[in-house]
Structure formats: structure tokens, C-alpha cells
């Protein structure tokens, strides 16, 4: 990342001569040096060490090592905003960077899972387009609740957005009686998230020589 503080010092020797656990600073950001705030919120270890471990992990499969400037921002939550300090506090806005991550989980699945794109890229009229639309909204609500469901049995890490929204999606299609919507939920094996176990090219190419 372009970002020097008004000092000129670097993000990474920012992060790294930082001994307390925020960074609350005015930077300059990429050729134009456009001046925005940098908000940092070190990450507690459990988390520091999975990003890393799994950095490095991508890197060996690459063939590379991970770079010591990379390493370093894994261990922080960093944020860029032009917000004043006066208007927003770190905590809030740690808070609604969160938030914030989980509506873009959610409207991907829902996007996804509606082809919400072939729909807007068809030939049409605006109201056939509206109405396609409005009908694929039912799906959001109905997927968040199935979540909150799940959530509360197994944790909400374990859940994969897209699949319950898939089937939401397909239910709603297969049935012309809205009150038996959602009316038999699937097995929470069939809403799990998936493990990728699938190898790099480079490594699927190493194997293959060896």
C-alpha cells in the first residue's frame, strides 16, 4: 500500500514502532498523496497468527515467501476514512467496518443466488425489471432469518450464506403456495461452508512432475 504519514514514514514501520494497540493518524495515500485518516486496531493474536498461517501458506504453494510488509499488517484491523476524529470514534468505527463486512456477504449471496444480473441485462420493460427485482428482495429477509436460525445452533462461521440463499432461491421457485415457503429447511450439512482443499496450479504442476 502507497500510504506515508506526514512524516513520511510507512505504514509498515507505522505498525511496527506502534507499542499500544490504535493508530489514530492524518496520512497521504497513492501518487496524488490524497490526505485521509488512517484508523489501526491491532488484531489479537488468535487472529494474527491465522491470517499469517495462512499467508504463508499461499506463499509456499506459490513458491515465494511472504513478505515481511505483508506479515506486518496482518497483525492490525486497518482502516482508511474521511471522517474526523471529532465525528467518529475508533470503537464506533471499528464497529461499523464490521458491520459493514457482513452486508457485503449478504448482498454478494443474494446477487448470486438470484442471477440478479441476468435479470437487470435482459430485454425488458422497467416494470417487468422492477418487479423482477422486488421478487428477489423476499429472498434477503428470508435468508437472514434461516441464518439466525443456523447461527444459533453451530455459530454463524460455520454457515455459508450463499447456500442457504440458493436454496431459498430454488424453493421459492419450485412453489406456488407462499405459506410453505421455507417450510423444510435443509439439513445443516447441506448449508455448511466448504473447505477448499484444492491445490495452486503450481503446486497441481510440481506434483505432476515429481
Not at 6 to 24: A, V
Not at 25 to 33: A, D, H, Q, T, Y
Not at 81 to 91: E, F, H, K, Q
Request: glycine letters at 4%.
Amino acid at each position: 500500500m502507497n500510504l506515508v504519514s506526514g512524516t513520511g514514514c510507512s505504514l509498515e514501520k507505522l505498525l511496527k514502532n506502534t507499542s499500544g494497540n490504535e493508530i489514530d493518524i492524518e496520512v497521504f495515500v497513492g501518487k496524488v498523496r490524497h490526505k485521509c485518516r488512517l484508523v489501526a486496531v491491532r488484531a489479537d493474536r488468535e487472529t494474527t497468527e491465522k491470517r499469517r498461517r495462512d499467508r504463508r501458506k499461499k506463499a509456499r504453494e506459490l513458491c515465494k515467501t511472504a513478505s515481511r510488509a505483508a506479515l506486518a499488517r496482518d497483525g492490525w484491523h486497518l482502516m482508511l476514512t474521511n471522517l474526523p476524529a471529532d465525528r467518529i470514534s475508533v470503537a464506533t468505527l471499528a464497529g461499523l467496518y464490521r458491520s459493514r463486512w457482513a452486508v457485503e456477504i449478504q448482498f454478494r449471496a443474494w446477487k448470486q443466488s438470484v442471477h440478479i444480473a441476468a435479470a437487470l441485462n435482459r430485454k425488458s420493460n422497467k416494470w417487468h425489471i422492477e418487479a423482477l427485482v422486488c421478487g428477489s428482495m423476499i429472498v434477503a429477509p428470508m435468508g437472514l432469518k434461516q441464518m439466525a436460525i443456523y447461527a444459533r445452533q453451530v455459530g454463524l462461521a460455520v454457515i455459508s450464506p450463499e447456500k442457504i440463499m440458493d436454496w431459498i432461491a430454488n424453493d421459492i421457485s419450485r412453489r406456488d403456495d407462499p405459506e410453505k415457503l421455507v417450510a423444510f429447511p435443509p439439513e445443516l450439512k447441506h448449508v455448511r461452508r466448504d473447505v477448499c482443499k484444492r491445490k495452486s496450479t503450481v503446486i497441481q504442476g510440481l506434483m505432476a512432475l515429481s
